[in-house]
Every structure is written in structure tokens, then in C-alpha cells.
């Protein structure tokens, strides 16, 4: 048993449940499942192992615990333990499930959305004798929260307005709360509910629902929705942040909940009828094993100085282990939290490998080590660098980070971001203000209009926002002084619902503050760039008006992405290389911030504002890896190279990756015009050439390799902004490129006369001579492609 210094509160634990005496609860706590007594006091580990343990559930005797277990973190296979000893209860037959399983009234079956291995989800009972496996139901969206009741006869479930190939939200924020008798039969709507529903959980006597929403905000609060008089919610918490994960013990009495403020969840409980609430105190860890005790320091070997990195300790069981209270996550099937230079904590005894990471410009470093019972093992991780781009005036960022974006785990703040961004040797982090499905605006609460106070001079934290239209696509806005209003458009049944104002006014309300407009995840799906629910489908409309300063060529769907940049830059249209990768790092798992990002080159000594500027400007490369240099008859990336006529220029493009690389390419108007192929054991991969240029255009350089284990993305791959070339007096223009986008803003013109969003018939006719102006730009590529022809 591990002694704490002082009782913890806020240590993380997830999932709880309380269990039907009201005695105890079963919690999820850093992927493994563990007990402790209602009042607090020591926390018990039941199960752990290879994998995430998540979503545990009190059998009506309490003498059993069910949970799943696997590498992701909404679903794995069924587990029983004895909920004393965490003894193995054998499951019939091998079971998965998504979402919390619940155990029937009777303790002889397990209910939930279950499967065995390809078979397809249903809501099913699994006979925990027999193993016979029956389908009750079939919910109509398996992914949304379900309840059974206390005497299991009902199934509460939700249901969103979301529709297939549309943004969440653009059909409305609401959620529909249904009942439906568990044996199966016709469901009966109990409430459309003004906002999404994300845990539900019955009363005792079966007359009402706890649920977990966001109505009127972005924080969940939990509400009670008396089933005779359900459009008339009364508000449970009043919480600063989120309570979510609503459990009743069986006599009704007792309400038990996780409440995020601090940071990390806390378990709080509370007494319906005295209508009072506590906070459980952590005073003890009991791993059931032997206990060493870790001190770790992280140190960066070229400066000798403390190094803030990611650490994941797993240990030889499979287990992910880190300090209480630490906001620990998982990329990719690794648990992971930060360490700012130093931290100790108590243990199982046993063998663990340690992995470090600070960045894509330091190697990971990965050793094994073995705690023994009752000793302090000190241990000193070393990072060094394999690349150094400050040193040559290349600086690290990303425009697309959401610290707080509903569905998470974890409430995030600038002390947290710091640590993370940090940790990963990101020089800017562009933190998004945004909505998601409703009215509700996360973290306006730190925009400040300039860097964080917790900036550093080699970490700067900036909360910008992240314009979002169901229609036109999204925008992030970066440089901000002011918030651009609306924050968000297109939304049915909010304050925004109309496809108005166009991206040309926030465009414009942008600029005059200073600021840079920013395509984010503009495309998904290589075999149709238009299509997508979140695909920049305004893109090629506001890129021809001159409205945007760079998109995101690498960040989510970076084949895609990388295909409709090259069409745009085609059509001459000058638009610089940037990379968001919409991160949700208030959620466990997710992707890291800055995983993949931008370099960008600037004079002098670093600052926020020259960052911007040289984004501005072109002098950007992106990457999850590879770095990149290039020149074109001696012109740096952004710059411009002038021909007075055809003929040729001198290209030099260098790589270097600690990682495998296939090849490095120089393209030319998105053609490949030289290849190398990286000699094996060598970082650094050059190509000297000469290329034919016949006409303006534009010319940029591009790594591309497998996918790395220790890297985000669906590849290894990296691209520069480009160095425009100019032939003469003739601009360029792709008639190919342009007829694609004109087929493209007729596409979406019928859609947008579809939806039919526009509050009056002059709205709709501005909008419609605003798309015609961006035709008329295309007409005239195609126009001048064919003079330049003859």
C-alpha cells in the first residue's frame, strides 16, 4: 500500500460507478480498474494488464465487477473480477463491448453492445452460465449513451439530430432521449433534450434519468428529467467545469459523479436527500503488490538542463503507470503524461521499460529498468538532439490545438498546455476558441487577445480561434486581438443558424486586426476532395477572392490535403504551407499537439509576431518528421525566381530524418521532376538538379516515407511551401485546375440553394454574386491558359 503525504482529491479516476449498497465504488483509474469505500480513504487496484481496463460495473450482489479491456479507450473485451480480490471470473466464450456494459437485476446475465470477435454490435445479454449470446435490440446509434434500469426492464438510450455526410451540430444540437422494455418492443420518445446527453443513469424507482449535458454552455452539468414532466429538467451541479458519469445506489439515496475542475476528475458524492455534497479523499494507493519508489529526471544532453518530455512507463505487464493527479493520455495504444524535468512516484516492484520523447527533433529514448520493494531507484533519462532547426532560423507551431472541447476527461488550463507543448518542443501553440455542436463557446474564457503570461521565450501560448461553418468549411484564425464574431455559422436552432456571414467577412474581420486566415482540414478523401463532412468546401471560392493566407497541408487527411494544395497553387494562386492537427487534449486519447507542424523561417531572434509573418510570407515547411530545405536559383522557400522566357532553373532540396524515408521529391506545378532515394543509415538526403520551366508556376519539395511507430500521421511526410517561378509577363493558370474548381462551386452552390439558409432573399443574392465573382476568376484562368497556348 502506497502512503500518500496528504489526502488527494483529483487524481484522475474515470468511469465511475457506485455500487448498489451505496458502500463502495469501482472507478477506472490510469487503464487499470480499481475499488475503494464510499467515504474514501484507500483506493484498491483490482485489475490491470496489458492495455486500457475502462467502463467497470457492480454486479447486483457486488460480489463482481465486469469491465472491458483493450488498447483502445471506448471498447475491448469483457472481464469479470471478484470485486474483493480482483480475482478472474471466466467469461463464456471470448466478448467485446463498446460502451459500459450493466449486469440484470437477477446477476445471471451481462446486457450491453455486445459482439463476439466479426460479429456486428447489436444490444445483446450474454447468460453468464451458458455463454449464450441473444440480441434483445438494436440501438440506432450504439455509440451514444445507454441506461438499464434498476428493475431492468427499460433501456434509456439517445439519439442526435446528426445525419450521415453532415458536421455534428448542423442539423441541430439537440439529443433525443427514448425508453424502449429491454425484452424488446417499440420505443417511446421521452424528451427532445435542447443539448447533446453524454452519460444517462436511472433513479431508483425508475420515474426519472441523471444525465450529463452542456445545456447552456460548454461544461457539463448534470440535470434530473422526471419522466412525467420531462421538458422541464432540473439542474443537479453547478459545477465550474465537467460532472459527468451519474451513478444511484440502490436506495436512491446516493448520487455519485466525477467533477473535472481541478484538472484531473475527482469523485464527488452526493446526498439526494440532504441535498449535500462531498468530495472523496485518496489517502492511500493499494496496488496489491509490492510497492519500489521511482525518482526520474530528464535531462537534455546538449545543455545539461532540466528537459520537460512525455513519458510513458509501462510496465512488464503490459500496465501504464504515472504520478496521481497527472493528466495521463494515450497515443496510439501507449499511456503517456508529462514530466517537467523531474518527478518521483510510488510503483509496483517490478520491470519497466521507460520511453521518453520531446519532439520530432530529439530521438526517443527507451530503457529498461526493475523496481525493487520497499528501494528508490534513481534514474537520470538523457534526450539528445538529432536536429537542431532554431539554430538555423527555423521555428516550430501549429494553428489547430483545442485545450477544452467537450466529450473529455480532463479540464484543461495554460499551465497544462504549457507542459504539453512543451514537452513536445513546439515553439507556437495556436489554441482554439470554438464550438462544436451548439451555442455553447469553449475557452473564451483565455482568450487574451496576445501570448499567454505563461509563454516562454521558446514556448509561446496563444489562444486564437477556430471559425466553424457546416457549409463552407473551417477557418482558423490566428494573431488575434479581438474574438471575430460570430464564432461559428450555419448551426440549425442556435443563435447562428444561417450560412451567413460568408468567409470573406470573417476573412476581412481578420486582416484589419492584424491577424491570418487559415483553411484547416480542408480535405479527407483522395478519390473526391469535395467530399467530406468537414472537407474546406468554400476553400477554392475564398482562395480566387484572395481571402486566404495558408491552409493546412499536413494535420489530418494529408494526402488529400497535399492534392487540393497543389490544384490551388496550379490556378496561381499563392497560399502557404501550414499544419493543425486538431487536437482535443482534454480528452485521453487523442492526437499530441504538434505532432504534425509547421517550421517556418525568420531573422533574428525568435518572436510570435515574426512567426506569423514568415507563415505569411511562405517561409514554411510542414512535417511529422522530415526536414526540409530548399532553393531554386538560389531563392529561398516563398521566394520568387524570374525567367525573362522559358528555360531552366537550378533546384536544390535537402531531407533529413531520423526515420526511414522512400524518397525525396522536387515538384514542379505538381509534377515530379527529380527523385532521390535515401542511402540507408544516412540522415541527410540531397538532390542537386536542373529542371525545365516552361511556363510560371510554382516549385516545392516533398519527403515521403512509411509510417514510424513514434509518429503521427498516415505516413512520414514532409512539403514546402513553394518558391514561385515567373516566365516573363505571363501569369500562371492551370484551364484543368480551374474547370475542376468551377465543377466544384457548382456542386456546392446547389447545395447551399438546398439548405436554404439565408434569413432573407438578399442574403441569398449576395452570397450568390460573391461565388460568381470567384467563377469569374476561374473563366478567366481558363481564358488566359488558352492565349498562353496558341
Known amino acids: 500500500k502506497q502512503p500518500l503525504d496528504l489526502p488527494l482529491y483529483a487524481i484522475g479516476t474515470v468511469h465511475p460507478q457506485i455500487s448498489p449498497s451505496g458502500k463502495a465504488v469501482v472507478v477506472s483509474y490510469q487503464g487499470s480498474i480499481w475499488r475503494l469505500p464510499a467515504e474514501g480513504g484507500t483506493i484498491k487496484r483490482l485489475a490491470a494488464g496489458a492495455g486500457f481496463a475502462l467502463q467497470p460495473c457492480w454486479s447486483p450482489d457486488e460480489r463482481r465487477v465486469a469491465f472491458l479491456q483493450g488498447k483502445g479507450w471506448s471498447g475491448g473485451q469483457v472481464k469479470v473480477v471478484d470485486s474483493r480480490t480482483g480475482a478472474a471470473i471466466p467469461v463464456p466464450g471470448t466478448l467485446f463491448a463498446t460502451g459500459r456494459p450493466a449486469f440484470t437485476p437477477d446477476g445471471r446475465h451481462l446486457v450491453g453492445n455486445l459482439r463476439r470477435e466479426r460479429q456486428l454490435e447489436a444490444f445483446r445479454s450474454l447468460d453468464l452460465e451458458t455463454g449464450e449470446l441473444k440480441t434483445l435490440l438494436r440501438l440506432p446509434s450504439p455509440r451514444q449513451p445507454w441506461a438499464l434500469s434498476s428493475d431492468g426492464k427499460w433501456v434509456a438510450y439517445v439519439t442526435t439530430m446528426d445525419m450521415p455526410e453532415q458536421q455534428t451540430g448542423n442539423d441541430g444540437p439537440q439529443a433525443d432521449l427514448w425508453k424502449v422494455p429491454s425484452s424488446g418492443g417499440e420505443a417511446e420518445r421521452i424528451v427532445r433534450f435542447p443539448a447533446r ?249 483565455y482568450f487574451r487577445g496576445r501570448p499567454d503570461a505563461l509563454s516562454t521565450e521558446q514556448t509561446i501560448l496563444y489562444w486564437n480561434e477556430e471559425y466553424r461553418s457546416t457549409i463552407w468549411g473551417h477557418m482558423t484564425l490566428v494573431n488575434l486581438k479581438q474574438v471575430v464574431e460570430p464564432v461559428f455559422t450555419g448551426f440549425k436552432d442556435t443563435t447562428n443558424p444561417y450560412d451567413i456571414p460568408t468567409m470573406s467577412d470573417i476573412a476581412w474581420k481578420t486582416h484589419r486586426q492584424g491577424g491570418l486566415v487559415n483553411y484547416t482540414h480542408p480535405a479527407s478523401q483522395p478519390a473526391d476532395l469535395y467530399r467530406g463532412a468537414y472537407s474546406a468546401k468554400g476553400l477554392p471560392i475564398y482562395a480566387a477572392l484572395g481571402k486566404i493566407d495558408t491552409m493546412d497541408v499536413m494535420g489530418s487527411g494529408d494526402r488529400a490535403s497535399s492534392a487540393l494544395y497543389h490544384r490551388l497553387l496550379n490556378c496561381g494562386f499563392r497560399i502557404a504551407a501550414s499544419a493543425g492537427t486538431d487536437c482535443f487534449l482534454n480528452r485521453m486519447r487523442s492526437w499530441l499537439p504538434g505532432g504534425e507542424r509547421a517550421y517556418v523561417k525568420m531573422d533574428g531572434p525568435f518572436s510570435y509576431q515574426k512567426w506569423i509573418e514568415g507563415l505569411r510570407a511562405g517561409k514554411s515547411f510542414v512535417t511529422n518528421g522530415p526536414m526540409l530545405e530548399l532553393s531554386v536559383d538560389g531563392k529561398g522557400i516563398g521566394g520568387e525566381v524570374k525567367l525573362p522566357s522559358a528555360g531552366e532553373v537550378h533546384v536544390r532540396a535537402t531531407v533529413a530524418s531520423q526515420f526511414p524515408l522512400d524518397r525525396l521529391e522536387v515538384l514542379y506545378n505538381g509534377k515530379v521532376m527529380a527523385t532521390a532515394v535515401p542511402v540507408k543509415k544516412e540522415l541527410t538526403t540531397e538532390l542537386d538538379t536542373t529542371i525545365p520551366i516552361k511556363s510560371s508556376g510554382w516549385i516545392a519539395a516533398r519527403a515521403v516515407g512509411p509510417a514510424a511507430a513514434d509518429v503521427q500521421g498516415e505516413w512520414l511526410h514532409g512539403h514546402t511551401s513553394p518558391v514561385y517561378v515567373v516566365v516573363g509577363d505571363k501569369p500562371p493558370g492551370s484551364a484543368d485546375d480551374a474547370r475542376y474548381f468551377l465543377a466544384w462551386i457548382d456542386r456546392l452552390w446547389d447545395t447551399i440553394q438546398e439548405r436554404d439558409r439565408f434569413p432573407d432573399r438578399r442574403s441569398q443574392a449576395e452570397v450568390e454574386a460573391e461565388v460568381n465573382e470567384a467563377r469569374k476568376v476561374y473563366g478567366k484562368i481558363i481564358d488566359k491558359a488558352a492565349r498562353t497556348t496558341r
Open 197 to 445: 446527453l453524454h452519460a444517462l443513469c436511472w433513479s431508483l424507482a425508475g420515474d426519472a434519468l441523471y444525465v450529463s449535458t452542456e445545456l447552456g454552455g460548454v461544461h457539463n452539468d448534470l440535470y434530473r428529467v422526471a419522466l412525467d414532466d420531462p421538458e422541464r429538467p432540473t439542474r443537479v451541479t453547478f459545477g465550474q467545469a465537467d460532472e459527468d458519469w451519474p451513478s444511484v445506489s440502490r436506495d436512491g439515496r446516493r448520487l455519485l459523479y466525477a467533477d473535472n475542475h481541478k484538472g484531473c476528475p475527482a469523485l464527488v458524492l452526493r446526498d439526494l436527500a440532504a441535498d449535500t455534497s462531498r468530495t472523496l479523499p485518496i489517502e492511500r494507493l493499494d496496488f496489491g503488490v509490492p510497492v519500489g519508489r521511482l525518482s526520474l529526471k530528464l535531462v537534455d544532453k546538449g545543455t545539461g538542463r532540466p528537459l520537460v518530455a512525455r513519458v510513458a512507463l509501462e510496465h512488464a505487464d503490459g500496465s501504464f503507470h504515472a504520478p496521481p493527479g497527472a493528466l495521463w493520455r494515450i497515443f496510439g495504444d501507449v499511456g503517456h503524461f508529462y514530466v517537467r524535468g523531474e518527478v518521483e512516484m510510488n510503483l509496483p516492484a517490478g520491470r519497466y521499460r521507460l520511453r521518453a520523447w520531446h519532439g520530432p527533433e530529439y530521438r526517443m529514448q527507451q530503457l529498461n529498468l526493475e523496481l525493487r520493494s520497499a528501494e528508490t531507484t534513481q534514474q537520470t533519462v538523457v534526450l539528445e538532439r538529432w536536429t537542431d532547426p532554431n539554430a538555423r532560423g527555423w521555428y516550430s507551431g501549429e494553428n489547430h490545438i483545442h485545450a477544452n472541447y467537450g466529450y473529455g476527461e480532463y479540464y484543461n488550463s495554460p499551465a497544462t498546455m504549457a507542459d504539453m507543448c512543451a514537452g513536445e518542443g513546439l515553439n507556437v501553440g495556436n489554441f482554439m476558441v470554438a464550438n462544436s455542436d451548439g451555442d455553447g463557446v469553449f475557452d473564451r474564457e
